[in-house]
C-alpha cells in the first residue's frame, strides 16, 4: 500500500467508513502482530494486546488529526500497550519471563517464533533477536522488520531522529554480536 493511498484510507475512516477500517486491519494486523509477538514473547498476549490497538484507533480515529500517519501512530499504541501490559506483569509475578524460540505455548500451539521462523537461518536471527536488550529489539523491528522509515520509528519511540540513528547503531552491532557468540 503506498503512503497515499494509506492516507486516503486513513482519512476515510475518519469520517467513519467502516471499509477503509478493515482495509487497514487487513494490512497492518500481520505486522503488528509479528511486532507485538517479538517484543513480548508470548502469543496470547500479543493477540490481547493486537485487538486493544484496533480498538483504540476505533475509538480516537475520529479525532486524530489529518497529517497523522496511521501506520506510525499504530506502531506506537501498540508499543505504548505493551509497556503498560508489561509494568503490571511484573507486579503480578513476572509473567513476561523471555520464551525460548524452540518452545511451545502452553496450549500446545507453536510460539510466535515458530510462527514467524521458516528457516533455519530465520530462527537463528530470532534466537539472537531475543537475547538483545528490549531497546534494541524494538528499534530494529520497526525498522528492519515493519520497514518503518527513521522518522516514522523515531515517532513511534519517541526520541529525535539522532538518537534513533545512534539506537540503531547499536542494537544492529549487538544483533551481530548474538549472532556470532554461542548461546550462554
Given at each position: 500500500m503506498s503512503p497515499g493511498e494509506e492516507h486516503a484510507l486513513f482519512l476515510r475512516?475518519?469520517?467513519?467508513?467502516?471499509?477503509?477500517?478493515?482495509?487497514?486491519?487487513a494490512h497492518y494486523r500481520p505486522r503488528l502482530f509479528g511486532f507485538l509477538a517479538r517484543l513480548c514473547g508470548r502469543r496470547d498476549v500479543a493477540e490481547d494486546l493486537l485487538q486493544e490497538t484496533w480498538l483504540r484507533l476505533a475509538r480516537a480515529a475520529p479525532g486524530l488529526a489529518e497529517d497523522s500517519r496511521v501506520g506510525?501512530?499504530?506502531?506506537?499504541?501498540?508499543?505504548?500497550?505493551?509497556?503498560?501490559e508489561r509494568r503490571r506483569a511484573v507486579w503480578e509475578r513476572g509473567r513476561f519471563l523471555p520464551a525460548l524460540p524452540d518452545e511451545r505455548t502452553a496450549d500446545g500451539a507453536p510460539s510466535p517464533f515458530d510462527l514467524t521462523s521458516a528457516s533455519e537461518t530465520e530462527r537463528t536471527l530470532e534466537r539472537a533477536l531475543t537475547r538483545l536488550p528490549l531497546e534494541a529489539r524494538e528499534v530494529l523491528l520497526l525498522v528492519a522488520v515493519e520497514r518503518l522509515t527513521p522518522a516514522e520509528a523515531a515517532e513511534v519511540l519517541g526520541v529525535k531522529p539522532e538518537a534513533l540513528r545512534q539506537r540503531l547503531s547499536r542494537a544492529r552491532a549487538a544483533l551481530g554480536q548474538a549472532l556470532i557468540e554461542p548461546r550462554r
Amino acid at each position: 500500500m503506498s503512503p497515499g493511498e494509506e492516507h486516503a484510507l486513513f482519512l476515510r475512516l475518519r469520517r467513519g467508513e467502516a471499509e477503509a477500517f478493515d482495509a487497514l486491519y487487513a494490512h497492518y494486523r500481520p505486522r503488528l502482530f509479528g511486532f507485538l509477538a517479538r517484543l513480548c514473547g508470548r502469543r496470547d498476549v500479543a493477540e490481547d494486546l493486537l485487538q486493544e490497538t484496533w480498538l483504540r484507533l476505533a475509538r480516537a480515529a475520529p479525532g486524530l488529526a489529518e497529517d497523522s500517519r496511521v501506520g506510525a501512530w499504530l506502531f506506537a499504541v501498540a508499543r505504548n500497550l505493551f509497556y503498560s501490559e508489561r509494568r503490571r506483569a511484573v507486579w503480578e509475578r513476572g509473567r513476561f519471563l523471555p520464551a525460548l524460540p524452540d518452545e511451545r505455548t502452553a496450549d500446545g500451539a507453536p510460539s510466535p517464533f515458530d510462527l514467524t521462523s521458516a528457516s533455519e537461518t530465520e530462527r537463528t536471527l530470532e534466537r539472537a533477536l531475543t537475547r538483545l536488550p528490549l531497546e534494541a529489539r524494538e528499534v530494529l523491528l520497526l525498522v528492519a522488520v515493519e520497514r518503518l522509515t527513521p522518522a516514522e520509528a523515531a515517532e513511534v519511540l519517541g526520541v529525535k531522529p539522532e538518537a534513533l540513528r545512534q539506537r540503531l547503531s547499536r542494537a544492529r552491532a549487538a544483533l551481530g554480536q548474538a549472532l556470532i557468540e554461542p548461546r550462554r
